[in-house]
């Protein structure tokens, strides 16, 4: 077994993990779990976009990875924004007593 | 303070201009677009976290990013001996820990610092200012282990050990 | 015989005009996105008078050369490049669409100022730059050669389009717009679909080429059934035109007629250019009896529905459903024409004229029932009485509308209908014939109706809520009579419409 | 190649299992968040279609910008569930959409299918004529050189999407700030994360942007992470969004698309046609008219999830 | 050399992978949000980190490499920021039902 | 089977999953998400065609690949307008029913 046929399993390994992952989106039952399994699909992602990436040379397929680990906080920040500010309180969580 | 603020202008243009050649290479015409980004890079880094009046300390640092990166393998390698344990040895429960960081950006440093230490989680602060930790185990010596990292990180950010 | 597209190699000379007729409303919006409030307003209207001048040039240039505009954006040659094409048919679109734009622009000058001692407001800033945009995504759909262009025209034409149905604001025409919205989205992301396909099989995605490349077998037929579904969605052929009534009437009346006159052609015209250009040869006769058939029912239902409206603009909305279906009947008389080895130019003309004399009459119809509902406060056609002494000039423009939706002589809806008619007879489809007529009937009792109740004496002492500035008057009687006179252009020496387009086999000829 | 193609199998059934989640699970909320993750999966499988130009486009803003847009706008509907679940068709209307919709698929899939071998293709095409235009990515040279015309026409359709949603402000709003304002603790972990990764994220937007003319990438995947990063700067309060009706806003929204215009007529006397570029200045033109485009882009996609204005502009 | 270098890829790579499958199974398996956002942010970011690890030696020193090492830094504050955030968020709800 | 072929029967399926829920989930935003459905399916039978389109040293037919890129911005920005309308239509009507209005619209229509 060469080493990029060894890598391309790992990317598969790493996928199937991640559809693992998938039955946590599936049953929830907070939101949060949910939106923690998609971070999980992203980390996954990157991982999985790196192994396929060095695989096959693609050097290009670094930059899809360096833009989806950019922007991995993006999605999850608007989820909590929108979580703290659906609860009609003040989302502001002060030091002071 | 002027002096400070263009230490850390030159330090980080550099640094960004640096990030810059990693990404794209070293050809001269790229090289004039870097120093533009880093240009607007270092200008907005400089709104968005205006230098601090202490000195880093690159030895400490370094003491820092070892144990950091220990720790974080520690931290891996304790979730999954408990994920993969039958019993799912868990006694979940909150911590609270009395940080001698004042609040802002260095409190939060430690903050995402030590989310990768074995079973801790920063969970947010309480009335008081104490930073609240969720623990997967109460009964690990949690509290000892945060209190040398923030030592060494006040330390690394050029305070002195003793501003409690 | 040989097709009628060429495929456009060479850029024609007066073909930069082309460009022209697209870019300058688009300078013109993001300069008035820049100027802002006033300035908007006065872009707007300076950019009317040069469109309209362009579009006479871009006439003039296709009459005196006897053939097709063409410019090949960049130099680059289809298929790798993207060229622009204006034969009879577009160019009469893009004339027809400069006059009814140049009229509803003058109308709106009145109802869309800013207000004093404001910078800018919404609505007036938003009106004429959206104006602009909605012709310049009209005049990229007639001139453009290229599929995935026309997809971006199309897209244009939907975010300028809905944001005019909901410049009121309130919940109902917010609703209708989302639900515009969604229904055009879906249209085109259908219509996408088809021209990914015919990419997928025939490389291209030029008009010209793929009218000389494609053959009848199944990728082909998908994509024919895809994009003529998407295009009727935005058409709003019955029995997908739910969202429109709605939309059209809860819009300011200058909207409404941009909607209903002109919006909906563009998607139209795309369908006819497909249909009559391209997919010769693979669409067949029963499909294009199955549009004539949903026009049909679009007619019938159309109508009556319109004929129990309460409201006026309601009612002329419905009357747009009605008369869309005019518009589907021509595909099987000129595929009946040409499969009888007939010029099938007595349907074509008869469907572009059908389609300009109703953007004329219904943009002048929706501004004349603006005018009635500042005057009156309402637009009950309950309650029309006042409307003949108060608003004489605009009720005239709403009967000659009428009269040319009717069909009456020497309107353009006379002559569309008549040649309409006869090609039916000709080829001997007299069914259509006969929906046509029951059509008319039909919509001149709902136009008979309305005119008759504006004619009542006012009670006495009634006075109207506001006076309306004359130019309004005058714009909306321009454009009806426009569209009454149209039937004139029968005098026409040049059949400008066949320019470019040469007697094809029709659809369903071998 | 068996390997590969297992890769390939796993992300298409990875896909499909996602998209027919988010169909079916009654909660919109979860919908959106399948949908990110949706989109992180299409990057891979663009990736794997070898086209890494659109798996840029992809991450940046499939997983990116959209999500973030639809999590907000679930969030705020949140008590509007109830009533859809009310309006939920019955299984009439279920039965035939699942009929239609099969029949659809089977169709476009006998046509795919269908595809004729070997296929057609415009890449010999654009090998022959990329170095006219001077750049190195083929992708640059469809959307600036050969189909310019496109790239203008969707630089204004933003900018027309972004009026629609402007147009949607209630009156007494017109030329204030989009968006609620964000009362968030300076000091918390957000406006940290919102100190630190900006910077980052502008060299690396703009290095996407810039190797785009002969690597993949591009203007608007560069211009899509410029955005975010703002947008991310803007959400921990550190900044607020301009009114609507500054001129300086307003500007720099058109500069884009005008410049564009004008370096495309100026081919028309320099080159012989609208958007050509006289031989030998290729390369810079497009350049030119990329670094145009980018504050554009950035502005109007950020003010795009931004949404309409909400707040009484300052006097 | 290059045996070596291969040999401490397919380890590295391993490891990385298998710490992807802890993370998932955590996901799966531990009780209630807060622990298993510790899953989260544990084992995905020590599995990419691994991954990355195990693929420098293949990458193309040194351009390619420090890429390598700055996606996994840009997870890292990812899935640090994002896992105090969501903490905070879920602890909230914990107490405040 | 190949890749190409194999994304491009994905695609499909795509488009067949998300005209499903178009049709069928009557909450707006739902809708929207199944046009994206829809418009990725397009946009993936669109990169399959152009993987097959591989030559002279090119992963694909970089034409399809551009226009991939132009069709998803147009496609976010369709997003944004339809999400902004449907925030507007909430806040003034309190509610997001696509159902027309009783009084607007005669019962038959």
Request: neutral net charge.
């Amino acid at each position: 077994m060469t080493i990029p046929d060894f890598l391309l399993a790992a990317a598969v390994f790493v996928l199937a993990t991640v559809a693992l992952g998938l039955v946590r989106i599936l049953r929830g039952p907070e939101d949060a779990d949910r939106m923690m399994a998609t971070q999980l699909f992203g980390t996954g992602g990157i991982a999985a976009l790196l192994l396929l990436g060095v695989a096959t040379e693609a050097r290009a397929v670094l930059d899809v990875a360096l833009t989806l680990a950019l922007l991995a906080a993006f999605a999850s920040v608007a989820f909590v924004r929108s979580a703290s500010s659906s609860e009609g309180d003040d989302p502001k969580e002060t030091n002071s007593p | 303070m002027k002096n400070v603020s263009v230490r850390a202008a030159m330090a980080r243009g550099a640094g960004f201009f640096g990030f810059w050649l990693v990404l794209i290479g070293t050809d001269p015409v790229d090289g004039v677009a870097g120093l533009f980004a880093a240009a607007a890079a270092t200008g907005a880094s400089l709104r968005l976290l205006p230098p601090g009046g202490g000195r880093l300390r690159y030895a400490v640092l370094a003491r820092l990013a070892l144990r950091f990166g220990q720790e974080s393998i520690m931290g891996g390698v304790d979730v999954a001996r408990r994920v993969l344990s039958v019993r799912l040895p868990l006694r979940p429960g909150f911590l609270v820990y009395p940080v001698r960081l004042p609040p802002g950006p260095a409190c939060n440093t430690f903050g995402a610092l030590t989310s990768v230490l074995p079973g801790t989680l920063p969970a947010g602060v309480d009335d008081h200012g104490a930073l609240l930790y969720h623990c997967l185990d109460v009964e690990q010596p949690v509290a000892a282990q945060l209190a040398i990292d923030e030592g060494l990180l006040i330390r690394a950010l050029g305070g002195t050990h003793d501003d409690t | 015989m040989p097709h009628s597209l060429s495929t456009p190699d060479v850029t024609t000379p007066g073909g930069l005009l082309l460009v022209l007729a697209v870019l300058v409303p688009f300078v013109g919006v993001l300069a008035g996105m820049v100027l802002g409030g006033r300035g908007a307003r006065r872009v707007a209207l300076a950019t009317l008078a040069a469109g309209l001048a362009i579009a006479i040039a871009i006439a003039d240039t296709l009459v005196r050369s006897g053939a097709a505009v063409v410019y090949l954006l960049g130099g680059w040659t289809p298929p790798l490049g993207v060229a622009l094409r204006a034969d009879g048919l577009a160019v009469i679109m893009l004339l027809a669409v400069a006059v009814v734009i140049g009229g509803i622009g003058v109308y709106a000058r009145a109802d869309f100022g800013t207000p004093p001692g404001v910078r800018e407001a919404r609505a007036p800033f938003v009106f004429w730059t959206l104006l602009l945009a909605v012709w310049g995504s009209l005049n990229l759909v007639f001139v453009s050669g290229d599929l995935f262009t026309l997809y971006v025209a199309l897209e244009l034409l939907t975010f300028a389009g809905v944001p005019l149905v909901s410049l009121g604001g309130q919940p109902e025409t917010l609703r209708s717009a989302l639900r515009y919205l969604l229904y055009a989205l879906f249209g085109s992301v259908l219509y996408l679909l088809g021209a990914v396909l015919l990419y997928g099989a025939y490389g291209t995605l030029d008009i010209g080429l793929l009218a000389a490349r494609v053959h009848p077998e199944p990728v082909t037929w998908a994509a024919a059934a895809l994009m003529t579904v998407g295009l009727l969605a935005k058409t709003a052929l019955f029995p997908l035109h739910l969202w429109l009534p709605p939309a059209h009437a809860g819009a300011p009346a200058a909207a409404s007629a941009v909607l209903s006159g002109l919006v909906i052609k563009g998607s139209w015209f795309l369908a006819v250019r497909l249909w009559l250009d391209v997919f010769v040869g693979v669409v067949t006769l029963p499909s294009a009896q199955t549009l004539a058939a949903l026009g049909a029912a679009a007619i019938l239902v159309g109508n009556i529905v319109a004929l129990r409206q309460a409201r006026l603009k309601l009612l002329i909305a419905y009357s747009t459903v009605a008369q869309i279906g005019y518009l589907f009947l021509m595909f099987p008389l000129a595929a009946g024409l040409a499969a009888a080895q007939l010029d099938d130019a007595a349907a074509v003309n008869g469907g572009l004229l059908q389609a300009i004399s109703h953007a004329t009459a219904k943009a002048a119809m929706f501004m004349a029932a603006g005018l009635v509902y500042t005057t009156l406060g309402h637009d009950r056609i309950a309650d029309l009485r006042g409307v003949a002494r108060a608003l004489p000039m605009t009720l005239v423009a709403f009967a000659l509308g009428g009269a040319s939706l009717i069909g009456l002589p020497p309107s353009g809806g006379f002559l569309a209908k008549w040649l309409l008619v006869s090609a039916a007879i000709t080829t001997a489809q007299w069914w259509w014939a006969l929906v046509m007529l029951v059509g008319g009937l039909l919509t001149s009792a709902y136009v008979f109706i309305v005119v008759v109740r504006a004619l009542a004496p006012a009670p006495e002492g009634w006075t109207p809520k506001a006076s309306v500035p004359c130019y309004q008057q005058v714009a909306v009687l321009a454009l009806a009579l426009c569209s009454f006179l149209l039937g004139l252009a029968v005098l026409c020496p040049v059949d400008v419409a066949g320019i470019g387009r040469a007697v094809v086999p029709g659809i369903g000829s071998p | 190649m068996t390997l590969a193609l297992a890769v390939d199998i796993s992300l298409t059934l990875l896909v499909l299992a996602v998209a027919g989640w988010i169909i079916a699970v009654r909660d919109t909320f979860a919908a959106m968040i399948g949908f990110v993750a949706y989109g992180l999966l299409l990057a891979l499988v663009w990736v794997r279609l070898a086209a890494p130009d659109v798996a840029l486009t992809e991450a940046a803003i499939g997983g990116g910008l959209t999500g973030a847009l639809l999590i907000g706008a679930a969030a705020r509907l949140r008590g509007t569930e109830a009533a859809a679940r009310a309006e939920y068709p019955g299984a009439l209307t279920r039965t035939l959409a699942a009929v239609l919709a099969v029949t659809v698929a089977a169709a476009l899939a006998i046509g795919v299918l269908a595809l004729p071998d070997p296929t057609p293709t415009l890449a010999p095409a654009a090998a022959a004529n990329l170095a006219t235009t001077g750049v190195g990515n083929p992708v640059t040279a469809v959307l600036l050189a050969f189909r310019a015309m496109d790239t203008l026409l969707e630089a204004i359709v933003v900018l027309l999407a972004l009026l629609g949603v402007w147009s949607l402000a209630p009156d007494r709003a017109w030329g204030g700030c989009p968006g609620p304002r964000r009362l968030v603790d300076p000091d918390g972990v957000l406006a940290w994360l919102a100190r630190l990764l900006p910077p980052i994220g502008i060299v690396v937007g703009l290095y996407i942007f810039w190797i785009g003319a002969d690597l993949p990438g591009g203007k608007f995947q560069g211009a899509t992470i410029l955005a975010a990063m703002w947008l991310l700067v803007i959400w921990a309060g550190l900044a607020d969004t301009p009114p609507i009706s500054r001129t300086w806003l307003r500007v720099l929204l058109v500069a884009g698309p005008l410049v564009f215009i004008v370096i495309g007529f100026a081919g028309s006397i320099t080159a012989g046609a609208v958007l050509a570029y006289p031989e030998g200045h290729a390369k810079p033109l497009i350049v030119a008219i990329e670094i145009a485009l980018m504050p554009t882009l950035v502005l109007t996609l950020a003010l795009l999830v931004a949404g309409a204005p909400q707040r009484i502009p300052p006097q | 050399m290059s045996l070596v270098l291969d040999i401490f890829t397919i380890v590295a790579v391993s490891a990385g992978a298998f710490f992807f499958l802890a993370g998932t199974v955590g996901l799966l398996r531990f009780p209630d949000t807060l622990t298993r956002l510790h899953a989260l942010t544990k084992a995905d970011n020590l599995g990419l980190g691994l991954v990355v690890m195990g693929l420098l030696p293949q990458a193309e020193w040194p351009f390619d490499s420090i890429k390598l090492i700055a996606i996994w830094l840009f997870a890292l504050l990812a899935g640090a920021t994002v896992g105090q955030l969501m903490a905070r968020a879920a602890r909230r709800e914990q107490t405040t039902p | 089977m190949n890749t190409p072929t194999l994304f491009g029967l994905c695609a499909v399926a795509l488009v067949g999953v998300g005209l499903y829920g178009l049709i069928v989930n009557p909450q707006p935003l739902r809708k929207i998400l199944a046009f994206n459905l829809i418009g990725s399916g397009v946009f993936l039978l669109f990169g399959a065609i152009a993987r097959r389109g591989a030559a002279v040293g090119m992963g694909g037919d970089p034409v399809p690949q551009a226009l991939l890129i132009t069709g998803i911005v147009v496609a976010f920005s369709a997003t944004a307008l339809a999400v902004a309308l449907v925030l507007r239509l909430f806040d003034e009507a309190g509610s997001v029913t696509l159902a027309p209005d009783a009084p607007a619209e005669p019962p038959d229509a």
